[in-house]
């Protein structure tokens, strides 16, 4: 595979957008594998310094929601810009989940989980506390949430937990 070359009238911006229309359309036609994608998106990368064309592809494929994709394309963008903050903050956002912990419950989470049926849909994207089917508090993160309920945070019969968006 090789570097595709445009007139040099052609402003970068729309090569960059030509450039990744193509690659996506051929992608989803399986006429070229995720490898190739990312290896045409390398290729065509400038040298310059200018990670545009990667944060570009990246961005494209968490908008379709490739994240398999953008995780590949973000490590392989880090070889050539190693020190780009977008793709410094992408590789951290995009890292595979963690487990946090792992103890077994100890405590029935019943009426907890029935507050969550009845009214999660009213708190999608944020973290929750709740103690019996109480709500202790919400926080857009984890951290900020156990911040704000300090050592009660850890007590085995509270749940925290995030209501994913939809």
Partial sequence: MQAITFPEAVSTAVVHQTLLEV?????????LTRESFVEMISLNAPDNGAATLFID???MAITEDAIFLARQLTNRALQQFPEDRALLHYREVLAPPKVIGTRPASHDFSKSMRWLSAHSHEYVGQ???LE????????KSRKAL???LGSHAEADNVLLTRVPAT
């Fill in 23 to 31: 690659a996506w359309r051929l992608l989803t036609k399986h006429e």
């Fill in 57 to 59: 592809a990246v961005n």
């Fill in 127 to 129: 973290w929750l506390a």
């Fill in 132 to 139: 019996d089917g109480v709500l202790l508090g919400t926080a």
């Fill in 146 to 148: 156990v911040e704000q």
